[in-house]
């Protein structure tokens, strides 16, 4: 990371909205999962993930949505609410014995509406660094090392039970470094070859990871609305990992005439472009 450190310094501003972002989502997603319920706070917060960072793309870079984009879009969401949905909700019935019950809902969507947006909004500045020719590990682990540096005053005001115990310290350190670390390594590495809307969007699949590790592991047992969901979502990863069709430029018909390329054949050739880049910029 030290080879690209002028190159980061270039592009601060870049990279301190994506560390804001990282520091802002944890306490955002986890805080909606605590005041609307882990149902709720996932499929806000993950669910609208995508739609944040199409936005973001449509505002900030000019990309235009496609039709391949949509339709895996709607069906991935649609599985998550499904699917997150489906658990039961125990906890609702005495939501109304909490003093101030009537408040938390609504807070609590409104933190996941944030936590997906600053998703998509990390998502987004990785995306832009990594296309400047920085390799995604030396720009995951700018964004996140300063987002984890904007975190430290959480940990030391609310920390203590995490080292309270070996334990306690042991899963911390597990989920630091193998969901976190292993994870975020390889969802940089997805950044510098797609797109940040495909890449949040694609991140539905978590949602079915987990369904699948509570039957094999917990014991679980899913209705069949869950699985109807996971089935829209494995639809979306289909829709969203084909292969684009290939355009030549200047392709000309059978008698001489040239194709004229649509919007959407147009913007997904810049953007394949764009995060292709050369050989030896990818990491």
């Known amino acids: ?110 933190l996941g509406l944030l936590a997906g947006l600053t998703y998509a909004l990390y998502s987004w500045a990785a995306h832009r660094l990594i296309n400047t020719g920085v390799p995604s ?43 976190m670390f292993a994870g975020y390594v390889l969802f940089g590495w997805g950044l510098a070859r797609v797109r940040a809307s495909t890449a949040t969007t694609v991140s539905l699949a978590e949602t079915v990871v987990a369904a699948v590790l509570a039957v094999i592991v917990v014991g679980e047992r899913l209705p069949a609305v869950a699985w109807i969901g996971a089935a829209l979502i494995a639809g979306s990863l289909f829709i969203l990992t084909l292969p684009a069709p290939r355009v030549r430029m200047g392709a000309k018909a059978p008698d001489g005439t040239p194709v004229r390329q649509s919007p959407e054949d147009t913007s997904a050739a810049t953007a394949g472009r764009a995060t292709a880049g050369p050989p030896h910029l990818l990491p």
Request: aromatic share 8%; charged share 10%.
């Open 1 to 110: 990371m030290l080879a690209f450190h002028s190159a980061l310094r270039r592009r601060w501003r870049t990279v301190g909205l994506g560390a804001l972002a990282v520091a802002m989502y944890p306490l955002a997603f986890y805080s909606s999962m605590h005041l609307a319920g882990v149902a709720v706070g996932t499929v806000v917060s993950i669910g609208s993930a995508p739609l944040a960072s199409a936005v973001i793309e449509r505002v900030a870079d000019k990309r235009r949505f496609t039709r391949r984009w949509a339709v895996g879009a709607v069906l991935g969401v649609s599985g998550a609410v499904l699917l997150c949905l489906s658990e039961p909700v125990a906890e609702s019935g005495h939501a109304d014995q909490a003093p101030g019950a009537e408040w938390s809902t609504p807070a609590g969507i409104a």
């Open 137 to 179: 590990r030396a720009v995951m682990g700018a964004v996140f090392g300063v987002g984890g540096l904007l975190l430290m005053p959480v940990l030391a005001a609310t920390g203590a039970p995490f080292l309270a115990s070996w334990q306690n310290f042991s899963v911390g350190a597990y989920m630091a470094l193998v969901p």
